[in-house]
């Protein structure tokens, strides 16, 4: 058996937090659906950063 490092793919989307909502339930639905993850959320000022990644297939 030879083990194979998986290869990740990252999506980054940002929202104003003032002007912006942050992504609803159905957004991240179809996300999901297309294998996207979210591993992370920072926080800048008025920013909100959202991390995604999935498996390159």
Known sequence: MVFVHP?????????QR?????????DLNVLGA???ELVGMFVEADTLHFYLK???R
């Open 7 to 15: 290869v990740w793919e990252y999506k980054h989307l940002v929202r």
């Open 18 to 26: 003032l002007t912006e909502q942050p992504p609803e339930d159905a």
């Open 34 to 36: 297309d294998g996207w």
């Open 54 to 56: 999935r498996l390159v």
